[in-house]
Every structure is written in structure tokens, then in C-alpha cells.
């Protein structure tokens, strides 16, 4: 899936590797550097919701499927050790 800072979030139709359905229940969150996740809005660029080049590293595109699981992460190395796993899956 492909994100432009410059251009408003949309979401194509995509299959989750998770739950294996086809659909646009789909979202982006964005890891605060406290800790706490908020969800980014359809329709607005990036930068419009304060996100730049040196912010998005902590930024995921998730399926509806797993936004609670992830929003009980409150580190990025928590994140990145759970999107490790999945990967070895």
C-alpha cells in the first residue's frame, strides 16, 4: 500500500495476510513517541494530520482486524518484534 505525504489517505481493496479478507476496512496509526497511538483520518494528506518525513517512521497501515492488537503496543521495538513475528509466520 502506498502512502504520499502530499496526497489525502485512501484505501484501495487489499487482502489482510491476517484474516485473509478482501475489503477497505483498512487504517493508519501512528506510534506518539509516548506511547500513545492515534488513528490518522481518511481524506486528509499526512502533513495535514502534523506527519512528515522524519515521523513516519512509526506510521502502520493495518487492517480493521488487528487495531486493538497493535493499539496494546507502546513501543516502536514492541511494534517491530510483533511485525517480526508475523513475517516468521
Do not use: N
Amino acid at each position: 500500500m502506498r502512502i504520499e505525504y502530499d496526497k489525502p489517505l485512501d484505501f484501495a481493496v487489499s487482502t489482510c495476510v491476517i484474516c485473509h479478507k478482501t475489503d477497505d476496512v483498512w487504517c493508519v496509526l501512528h506510534l506518539l513517541a509516548d506511547g500513545v497511538w492515534r488513528k490518522l483520518a481518511i481524506g486528509k494528506t499526512l502533513r495535514e494530520q502534523g506527519i512528515d518525513e522524519e515521523s513516519s517512521s512509526r506510521l502502520y497501515c493495518i487492517h480493521g482486524c488487528s487495531e486493538a492488537v497493535l493499539r496494546t503496543f507502546s513501543s516502536q521495538e514492541e511494534v517491530e518484534s510483533f511485525l517480526t513475528a508475523l513475517g516468521d509466520s
